[in-house]
């Protein structure tokens, strides 16, 4: 199981880190900041916010003192929740950008976004040692939770809803099948990151532990897996995926 | 937002030649664009040529118009001859296939 959570953790950290980089490479040969926004999102989170969260808690435990913490806490949140916000503005600028609402939304997310950071360093400056913030924090670990799953959920939903739209394009010639199969594995990783957060909340609330053999481990393990695979499908696909994604769609571009 | 000019260009086009007044033509083109997938305020002229060509003679038929594909015919002829401003590069479909690298 420990070797199961391990991996994934690794895939994730590689996948995302790689197509980060390749859609920042990509930016700047585009000057689209759609590309720009999504690459650094994911580079902030998994390539910069998830090393620097282990970082820390290696700091934390050797010793370093409350005004170090504050300072390496507070530029961790501060990074993770710019990829954070920065995913959510991707999707109102793909999806909803002549929406007043989403405009709304994204106010929000951003309030959240701010008042979790300040709440966990907060939180963790209270607490004094990581032990004593792995009793305390629960409800900053949860947030945490709520907020990437939100996040990434309403990624997954607006490009699903839209995907609906482009199947019925194909089917007219009017709409490219790697286009369409990338905006759903894109939705199925927004589907998943929001379903594992609903259920690792689900699992904290009810007293699970983030341990050895647990099955919070596992679930998490198990949509990190699926992230990982609909990200790499989606923007590193290998030749022969793609050469299946059309013969998929070959009856309907007959 | 307002409907693309190329939806109102088609709509104008098919209320002068047939039987259908304003509120009926864009009804019908609207109904048509929906079974397609396509949005009457970005949608472009050569998609809606390929709404006319494949979709349109349908809901003409249903709405007891005479010889639709006819209508069709002198839709598509005055669509290649309108003007479009062309794609933005910015609706969710070019973003997502520029994200492909």
């Known amino acids: 199981m420990v070797v199961f959570g391990l991996a994934s953790v690794g895939i994730l950290f590689l996948v995302w880190n790689v197509v980060g980089v390749?859609?920042?490479?990509?930016?700047?040969?585009?000057?689209?900041?759609?590309?720009?926004?999504?690459?650094?999102?994911?580079?902030?989170?998994?390539?910069?916010?998830?090393?620097?969260?282990?970082?820390?808690?290696?700091?934390?435990?050797?010793?370093?003192?409350?005004?170090?913490?504050?300072?390496?806490?507070?530029?961790?949140?501060?990074?993770?929740?710019?990829?954070?916000?920065?995913?959510?503005?991707?999707?109102?600028r793909v999806f909803r950008r002549h929406d007043t609402w989403a405009l709304g939304l994204l106010g929000m997310i951003a309030i959240a976004l701010v008042v979790h950071g300040v709440g966990m360093v907060a939180g963790m400056h209270a607490a004094g040692d990581r032990a004593t913030f792995a009793e305390t924090g629960a409800i900053w670990f949860c947030a945490t939770l709520v907020l990437c799953g939100g996040v990434f959920g309403w990624a997954g939903l607006e490009a699903l809803l839209y995907r609906r739209s482009l199947v019925k394009r194909l089917a007219l010639g009017l709409a490219s099948p790697e286009v369409v199969n990338r905006m759903f594995l894109w939705g199925?990783?927004?589907?998943?990151?929001?379903?594992?957060?609903?259920?690792?909340?689900?699992?904290?609330?009810?007293?699970?532990?983030?341990?050895?053999?647990?099955?919070?481990?596992?679930?998490?393990?198990?949509?990190?897996?699926?992230?990982?695979?609909?990200?790499?499908l989606a923007f590193l696909p290998p030749r022969r995926y793609l050469d299946w994604v059309h013969r998929q769609a070959a009856p309907v571009e007959a | 937002?307002?409907?693309?000019?190329?939806?109102?260009?088609?709509?104008?086009?098919?209320?002068?030649?047939?039987?259908?007044?304003?509120?009926?033509?864009?009804?019908?083109?609207?109904?048509?664009?929906?079974?397609?997938?396509?949005?009457?305020?970005?949608?472009?002229?050569?998609?809606?040529?390929?709404?006319?060509?494949?979709?349109?003679?349908?809901?003409?038929?249903?709405?007891?118009?005479?010889?639709?594909?006819?209508?069709?015919?002198?839709?598509?002829?005055?669509?290649?001859?309108?003007?479009?401003d062309g794609p933005s590069g910015e609706a969710p479909e070019d973003v997502f296939a520029r994200l492909g690298g």
Not at chain 1, 37 to 51: D, K, N, R, T
Not at chain 2, 9 to 34: H, I, M, P, W, Y
Not at chain 2, 37 to 48: A, F, K, Q, T, Y
């Open chain 1, 22 to 92: 390749r859609l920042l490479l990509l930016a700047r040969r585009t000057r689209g900041f759609p590309e720009f926004a999504l690459g650094s999102s994911l580079l902030l989170v998994a390539g910069i916010g998830f090393p620097m969260s282990v970082f820390n808690g290696l700091v934390w435990d050797a010793g370093a003192g409350p005004a170090t913490m504050v300072v390496l806490n507070s530029l961790h949140l501060f990074l993770q929740n710019a990829g954070l916000m920065l995913a959510a503005v991707f999707t109102w």
């Open chain 1, 188 to 232: 199925v990783m927004g589907v998943a990151s929001f379903t594992c957060g609903v259920v690792d909340v689900s699992l904290l609330a009810a007293g699970v532990r983030m341990e050895a053999g647990s099955v919070l481990l596992l679930v998490t393990s198990f949509f990190g897996l699926v992230d990982s695979a609909c990200l790499y």
């Open chain 2, 1 to 84: 937002m307002a409907d693309s000019p190329a939806f109102d260009f088609l709509c104008n086009a098919l209320e002068q030649g047939s039987a259908l007044d304003r509120l009926e033509a864009r009804g019908t083109v609207r109904l048509a664009l929906k079974q397609s997938g396509l949005d009457p305020r970005h949608v472009r002229r050569d998609e809606l040529a390929v709404v006319v060509e494949k979709l349109l003679p349908a809901e003409l038929t249903s709405r007891g118009i005479d010889d639709p594909e006819g209508v069709c015919r002198q839709l598509g002829s005055a669509l290649a001859g309108f003007a479009d």
